[in-house]
């Protein structure tokens, strides 16, 4: 009896470690962005930006190329093709992004200028945010995450690239359009004019890490389609290109805390910062869903033509897709905007106006981890709910059919038990 229970014992406690280790990885990539935070935090002199590894280089150029490889490997070219000419997509991709978010931040702005008394707020934070929401999407985050969650990938693809073509063109302008009209934001509103060697930079960083990739991750795809398809199961190349989320954010954070910016603010000041990054990008995923998938009271119905075509339900896939790219902001092309347009300015007052910048693109990643579960089973239950419909329509016909003949099949039964009355 004795050894029956501990068999039982141990049984149980295997089950336990088991059930403990797939919740671990399971949950990968969160440990990986909290050691990541941790690394930085200890060695920051490590992978920041001209720091032991040249994280500039090595990180943001490595793993960046990367993940766009590994999406030229996955995505059919008939999608890619498809959606550059989205138009619809773009509209509220893109009109998030340059529109909606600037005038929702600039009225927080507003709003933190006038009930904040004492000062305890930087007005380079402020400043900051004013830059983050003017920035576009982000380059690799919302790619692999729309992945994760079974969005389209594709969309999120074509959109990255849409709006960091657009982002250096209205970035500069719009920032400081948007700025307070204080006098302690008049150091930002002198924004250096020739951002020649900025655009440069910036497309050319583009060019390398985002569309060669591509370019010839496609080129395989369609040489070696079969093949292609067998390495990127047999390897894992979907989790290698989200493990490079980890380094991109081990980066961002090292020269963070290498600048000692964030130290030199105020501890009222990062709780701010930390919570209001969190609350902004969830709120903003919900505005990006509910205007990408509006509830059946707000749809128009297809009587209103122009309405309708404004104002519809897009496919819970690309749905996914606008959630993860509407809300993100770029730290690629932020820091490098940020520093050319302030090039007069001292490094200290720079590194603190990057702060807003680099937590708010490293926490989208920690939120996006727990929204892709969300929209993931949103996603599933859509399906669900839509086959079962589909089953259910498919019944009622059976099942109409099939009364339709046994009803033919009575009268005739009844006609051939009288035959008198047909003669």
């Known amino acids: 009896m004795g050894r029956h229970e501990s068999l039982e014992e141990g049984t149980e406690k295997r089950s336990l470690l088991v059930s403990v280790a797939r919740f671990i990885l399971h949950q990968w990539l969160l440990i990986g962005i909290g050691l990541a935070c941790l690394l930085a935090y200890l060695f920051p002199r490590v992978a920041s930006h001209g720091g032991i590894i040249r994280a500039e280089y090595t990180i943001l150029y490595g793993a960046v190329i990367i993940i766009f490889l590994v999406s030229g490997l996955s995505i059919e070219r008939r999608k890619l093709f498809r959606h550059i000419l989205n138009w619809r997509l773009h509209i509220l ?46 380059i690799s985050s919302n790619v692999v995450m729309t992945r994760s969650a079974g969005g389209d990938d594709a969309a999120a693809l074509v959109e990255v690239v849409v709006g960091n073509i657009i982002g250096p063109f209205v970035t500069p302008g719009w920032t400081v359009t948007l700025l307070p ?54 390897f894992y190349l979907a989790k290698i290109a989200s493990s490079c989320l980890i380094f991109l954010i081990w980066s961002s954070l090292s020269t963070c805390f290498e600048t000692r910016a964030i130290n030199a603010l105020t501890a009222e000041t990062v709780i701010f910062i930390v919570l209001f990054n969190i609350v902004l990008y969830l709120f903003l995923t919900g505005v990006c869903f509910l205007l990408s998938h509006p509830p059946d009271a707000i749809t128009p119905s297809p009587r209103h033509r122009f309405l309708s075509l404004i104002i519809r339900k897009l496919p819970p896939v690309e749905t996914i897709a606008v959630c993860f790219c509407g809300a993100a902001k770029t730290t690629g092309l932020g820091i490098p905007m940020l520093y050319a347009m302030y090039d007069s300015n001292d490094l200290f007052m720079k590194a603190k106006l990057s702060v807003p910048v680099i ?41 109409a059919v099939g009364g339709g003949e046994s009803e033919g099949s009575r009268i005739e039964e009844q006609n051939e038990r009288r035959p008198g009355l047909d003669a």
């Open 93 to 138: 991709v893109q009109g998030m992004s340059f529109l909606v978010i600037p005038a929702i931040v600039y009225a927080l702005v507003q709003l933190i200028e006038a009930t904040d008394v004492r000062g305890r707020i930087d007005k380079s934070v402020l400043a900051g945010y004013i830059l983050v929401a003017c920035l576009p999407t982000t």
């Open 181 to 234: 009209k204080s006098p302690q934001h008049d150091r930002w509103r002198d924004a250096n004019n020739d951002l020649s060697a900025m655009y440069t930079n910036v497309f050319k960083e583009l060019g390398l890490t985002v569309l060669l990739p591509l370019l010839v991750g496609q080129l395989i795809r369609w040489t070696w389609s079969e093949k292609t398809a067998w390495v990127l199961q047999k």
């Open 359 to 399: 937590l708010y693109t490293t926490e989208q990643i920690f939120c996006a981890h727990f929204m892709v579960y969300f929209l993931r089973r949103w996603r599933e239950n859509l399906e669900k709910k839509s086959q079962s419909d589909c089953e259910s329509i498919v019944d009622c016909e059976t099942a």
